[in-house]
């Protein structure tokens, strides 16, 4: 669980979304967190704190005169346990009261109160658009981020009032994934991570194709670690169905062709380019236009085959040429012999780390186990979750990353 050991205050304001905070709140306690609910007033017009409290398994707390703790300094207490306070929904009344600094109700009181070193603050802003465009709340917004706020950034869509624009909260989902993100180390900030991920497809005729079992999954979970990590991400997928990780920028291709020319474009910018996806070594030498049709003479088609241009070997030329300014990973999924294959497989594509991973344990599955083979050996990852493993293989090529002095 990605928030095992956390305690989050989780602050309720007067706002619709505080509907969506219940689902928030079960989120983060099925992630492992402990949390604390904290509300306004006008956010007990809008949910129970009868609800909250059933759902956090802990008293709620609302006023600051509340007699429960023995020195009656819930806001001094509360904020002091906690790991971080996350306002979700945040009105914008409750954004311009944080950004003067004002403390006449619990809550606002004991943002005030925290420790700013030891205790972010993580704002959900939900409200009407034209609330959310206002010169004021925009004001309030910056203001809030020069103080050392984490501004979540608004949802767009159909709001509650009946009008269409940017403001509803971000959903409980997406929320979760901010705060789980927010607490991973941030050791690839100022990097522009490129990963490949996924199968490709290659044509036959427009039915059909040749495909592998790559499913993906590990690609997009090294495409969200490394965004968790702090770098701008962009994923080249082949034809996945998987949601795209928050924050990383996707670029869906199908052939091999496709991935290489995507591939090339984004790299040029690239810092890291991390090759998961499993590309197609042959193409039909000819995709045929139309559907091959079967004429009832027992003939069956005759396909015949040309190579694929190697991606991961051409990045690595144009990482060569940058004179070792992108910094690339392999990945290599084999049957058998993964060290030997793996080692091999570094020193033919010329990259400096090469991820060796047995193809059938890992297509379609959620964990994986992992072997890295650089110049100075090999060290193997055991068996664990993609996404474990993608957050450990991040921080493996962080440290791997030439210095760069200030
Ligand atoms: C039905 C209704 C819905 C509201 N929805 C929002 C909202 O989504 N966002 C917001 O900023 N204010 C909204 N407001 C206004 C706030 O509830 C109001 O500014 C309140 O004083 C906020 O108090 P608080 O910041 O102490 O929680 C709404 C008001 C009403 C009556």
New binding site residues.
Partial sequence: MDLSGKHIVLGL?????CYKAAELCRALVKEGATVQVVM????SQFITPVTMQALSNRPVYASQWDAREGNNMAHINLSREADAILIA?C????MA?LAQGRAD?LLSLMCLARPMGAVPLLIAP???RE?WAHPATQRNVAQLQADGGVVLGVGSGDQ?CGETGDGRMLEPQELLQDVIAFFQPKVLVGQQVLVTAGPTFEAIDPVRGITNLSSGKMGFAIARAAQEAGAQVTLVAGPVSLPTPRGVHRVDVKSASNMLLASMEYAQAASIFIATAAVADWRPAQASDQKIKKDGSGETPQLAFVENQDILATVAQLARARSGELFCVGFAAESHDLLAHATAKRIKKGVPLLVGNIGPATFGQDDNALLLVDASGAKEMPRNSKLALARALVSEIASRLPVVSP
């Fill in positions: 304001t007067g706002g619709i979304a306004t007033e006008a956010a929904p009105s914008a009344d409750f009261k109700e939900a409200m009407n609330m509650a």
